[in-house]
């Protein structure tokens, strides 16, 4: 079920800005992305949210540029950010729609609990209305985790089912993912999947009913280097659509 149309067949697809500034950082002295444009065309092309993350070493520098980034915007923000008392200071006045949390000790939250719940209840205290997920591996320990710390969905990691290709291993992989997000939605919580997904291998995660996000960044960006950011965007969407209705593919 999507997060924003609980009569959608197909999952939200959350467009992650994140390369696109890491791009412009990269090359100061030159005119970087039109933030602006990017966000509109992905909007005209289905995009349901717009993602940024302010994980890593630029993540303060990010979160300066998000009041510009968020002027006009008619999506959605969903902000990944580090599991710290002061990420959520700094972004508490942006009025994110979501929040997703990385645990910034290798991603295993099974071993402080009570950590990302005081960074939990420290968002619940802030003015912003925001759906809070945690990034968490596909394990039904790190789902219990994430109940336990009270946040209201958790994202999954598809980098190992993305770099499985159209081997054996990928469908141990997308076993695993469905396993969890089974598990997770029988908990009450929102899935998220997140990391190398793009309109080539997403149609048997989206194909699950239990997805309720997808999220794609740098595969989309390298997609967009050929046949343009509106369309790249679009064949997401449409591969979102279609996989629900057990069509899956996009024409190249």
């Known amino acids: 079920m999507s997060y924003l149309n609980p009569h ?3 999952a939200d697809l959350c467009v992650d800005i994140t390369p696109l500034l890491r791009l412009a950082a990269a090359r100061p002295d030159r005119p970087g992305p039109d933030f602006a444009l990017a966000a509109s065309q992905a909007q005209a092309a289905g995009a349901d949210a717009i ?3 302010l994980c890593g070493p630029d993540g303060e520098s990010f979160a300066a540029l998000l009041p510009m980034l968020m002027t006009g915007l008619q999506l959605p923000l969903a902000l990944t950010i580090p599991a710290t ?3 959520v200071e700094l972004v508490a006045g942006l009025q994110p729609q979501r929040i997703c949390l990385v645990p910034a000790y290798s991603l295993n939250p099974t071993l ?3 950590a990302i719940k005081a960074v939990v209840d420290q968002l619940q205290a802030t003015p912003m209305s925001v759906s809070i997920a945690l990034a968490i591996a596909a394990t039904p320990e790190q789902l219990q985790a994430a109940f336990e710390a009270g946040v209201d969905a958790i994202e999954l990691d598809a980098t190992h089912y993305a770099a499985a290709g159209k081997t054996d291993q990928v469908g141990l ?3 695993h993912i469905a396993t969890c997000a089974a598990a997770a939605v029988r908990l009450g919580l929102r899935v998220q999947v997140a990391h190398g997904l793009d309109a080539s291998n997403l149609g048997a995660l989206a194909a699950l009913a239990d997805i309720a ?3 794609s960044g740098l595969a989309l960006l390298s997609r967009a280097i050929f046949v343009g950011w509106q369309r790249a965007v679009g064949e997401l969407k449409a591969a979102l659509s279609q ?3 057990g069509r899956t593919g996009v024409s190249r």
Do not use: F, K, T
């Open 51 to 53: 993602g940024l993350s």
């Open 8 to 10: 959608s067949v197909a």
């Open 213 to 215: 996000q997808v999220q």
């Open 112 to 114: 402080q609990i009570d």
């Open 85 to 87: 008392a002061a990420m």
């Open 243 to 245: 996989a629900r209705s």
């Open 173 to 175: 992989e997308l076993d």
